[in-house]
């Protein structure tokens, strides 16, 4: 339904209204494509990717929205 030449990335599920995604504008649906310059292959990579940021560090984050691959700033 995303026009992905393979199966790959992480779904959103839902966003925190308090947290760093939000802020930087990930929606509901996106599909997380590569995160701080990992491709992203399956949702179980994501939370360990994400684990390994320094709190503050700001980083790439692509993202699948309605057919366009957008770059977002995560911090």
């Given at each position: 339904?995303?026009?992905?030449?393979?199966?790959?990335g992480a779904l959103v599920s839902e966003v925190r209204a308090d947290g760093?995604?939000?802020?930087?504008?990930?929606?509901?649906?996106?599909?997380?494509?590569?995160?701080?310059?990992?491709?992203?292959?399956?949702?179980?990579?994501?939370?360990?990717?994400?684990?390994?940021?320094?709190?503050?560090?700001?980083?790439?984050?692509?993202?699948?929205?309605?057919?366009q691959i957008q770059t977002l700033k995560v911090t």
């Amino acid at each position: 339904s995303m026009d992905l030449t393979e199966s790959r990335g992480a779904l959103v599920s839902e966003v925190r209204a308090d947290g760093p995604a939000k802020e930087a504008g990930i929606k509901v649906s996106d599909a997380i494509l590569e995160f701080d310059g990992h491709p992203i292959k399956d949702s179980t990579e994501l939370p360990i990717l994400v684990a390994r940021v320094p709190v503050g560090k700001a980083v790439d984050v692509k993202v699948l929205r309605d057919k366009q691959i957008q770059t977002l700033k995560v911090t």
